[in-house]
C-alpha cells in the first residue's frame, strides 16, 4: 500500500510553505492539485518537477478510483490545493474517505489554514468554537443562520469580499446587531487587515470601504446567561 498525504499550501505568503511539505511533494509518485495552472506556479517555485494530475470538486467522482488503484499499487500521492489544507472548504473528503475505506494510510501535514490565524487574531473566545465555513446562497441558509441563533460557541464562517456585506447584515438581523464581530482579510498577504467590532460598526466599516481578498468572519456566540435568562 501507497500513502496519501494532504498536503497544505500557503494562504499568501510563501515562506508558510514547511520544509516537509516541500520534500513530501518532490518525493511523490504523483501530486493531485486543485488548479494545475495555481499549483504550477507553486511547484516551480519550490522547484517540485513531480508529475501534476488535476484533482477538484467537478471531477473527483470520476478520477478518485483510479486514484486509490494507484495508492494500492504502492504508489505516494499527495494532495494540495489551491490554498491552504485539502478537505477544508476545498476538494479532499471524498478522495480520504474512499482511502480510508480501502485501508490506505493518510497522513494530513500540519500548515495553512485561514481560519485559525483569524480566530486567534480575533480577540473572541477560541477555547471553543464552531466551524460553519461558506454559508448556502440561497436554500437552507436562513434554517443555517437560525440554527445558530442560540449557538454560545465562537463561529467562523468563510465569504467572498463581493457577498460579505449582505451576510453581515443578514447576521445583525439574526443575531443582532451588537453582536460582536471580527473579520479578517488577506490573511498571510501584505495587506492583510482584522475589523473587530459590533455587527453595526463592522457594517458601517465595509459600506465606506469596499471589502477585497479573501475573506474569513468570526462572530461571538451567545451569552450563556444571556441564554439562560430568556428561559
Given at each position: 500500500?501507497g500513502i496519501?498525504?494532504?498536503?497544505?499550501?500557503?494562504?499568501?505568503?510563501?515562506?508558510?510553505?514547511?520544509?516537509?511539505?516541500?520534500?513530501?511533494?518532490?518525493?511523490?509518485?504523483?501530486?493531485?492539485?486543485?488548479?494545475?495552472?495555481?499549483?504550477?506556479?507553486?511547484?516551480?517555485?519550490y522547484?517540485?518537477?513531480?508529475q501534476?494530475?488535476?484533482?477538484?470538486?467537478?471531477?473527483?467522482?470520476?478520477?478518485?478510483?483510479?486514484?486509490?488503484?494507484?495508492?494500492?499499487?504502492?504508489?505516494?500521492?499527495?494532495?494540495?490545493?489551491d490554498?491552504g489544507?485539502?478537505g477544508?472548504?476545498?476538494?479532499?473528503?471524498?478522495?480520504?474517505?474512499?482511502?480510508?475505506?480501502?485501508?490506505?494510510?493518510?497522513q494530513?501535514?500540519?500548515?495553512?489554514?485561514?481560519?485559525?490565524?483569524?480566530?486567534?487574531?480575533?480577540?473572541?473566545?477560541?477555547?471553543?468554537?464552531?466551524?460553519?465555513?461558506?454559508?448556502?446562497?440561497?436554500?437552507?441558509?436562513?434554517t443555517?443562520?437560525?440554527?445558530?441563533?442560540?449557538?454560545?460557541?465562537?463561529?467562523?464562517?468563510?465569504?467572498?469580499?463581493?457577498?460579505?456585506l449582505?451576510?453581515?447584515r443578514?447576521?445583525?438581523?439574526?443575531?443582532?446587531?451588537?453582536?460582536?464581530v471580527s473579520?479578517?482579510?488577506?490573511?498571510?498577504?501584505?495587506?492583510?487587515?482584522?475589523?473587530?467590532?459590533?455587527?453595526a460598526?463592522?457594517?458601517?466599516?465595509f459600506?465606506?470601504?469596499?471589502?477585497?481578498?479573501e475573506?474569513?468572519?468570526?462572530?461571538?456566540?451567545?451569552?450563556?446567561?444571556?441564554?439562560k435568562?430568556?428561559?
Open positions: 500500500m496519501l498525504y494532504i498536503v497544505p499550501t500557503p494562504i499568501g505568503n510563501l515562506e508558510d510553505m514547511t520544509l516537509r511539505a516541500i520534500r513530501i511533494l518532490k518525493e511523490a509518485d504523483l501530486v493531485l492539485a486543485e488548479d494545475t495552472r495555481t499549483s504550477g506556479v507553486l511547484l516551480k517555485h522547484d517540485v518537477k513531480n501534476l494530475m488535476s484533482h477538484h470538486k467537478f471531477n473527483e467522482h470520476t478520477t478518485t478510483h483510479n486514484i486509490v488503484e494507484r495508492l494500492k499499487a504502492g504508489q505516494t500521492i499527495a494532495l494540495i490545493s490554498a489544507t485539502p477544508i472548504s476545498d476538494p479532499g473528503f471524498f478522495l480520504v474517505r474512499e482511502a480510508v475505506a480501502e485501508g490506505i494510510e493518510v494530513t501535514l500540519p500548515g495553512p489554514t485561514a481560519f485559525v490565524p483569524a480566530l486567534v487574531s480575533s480577540g473572541l473566545p477560541d477555547d471553543r468554537f464552531c466551524f460553519e465555513g461558506f454559508l448556502p446562497q440561497k436554500k437552507g441558509r436562513a443555517r443562520l437560525e440554527s445558530l441563533k442560540e449557538e454560545t460557541r465562537t463561529m467562523i464562517f468563510y465569504e467572498s469580499p463581493y457577498r460579505l449582505k451576510t453581515l443578514q447576521f445583525a438581523e439574526v443575531f443582532g446587531e451588537e453582536r460582536q473579520v479578517s482579510r488577506e490573511i498571510s498577504k501584505l495587506h492583510e487587515q482584522h475589523i473587530r467590532g459590533t455587527l460598526e463592522v457594517i458601517a466599516h459600506t465606506e470601504v469596499e471589502p477585497r481578498g475573506i474569513v468572519i468570526v462572530l461571538s456566540g451567545i451569552n450563556p446567561k444571556d441564554k435568562s430568556k428561559k
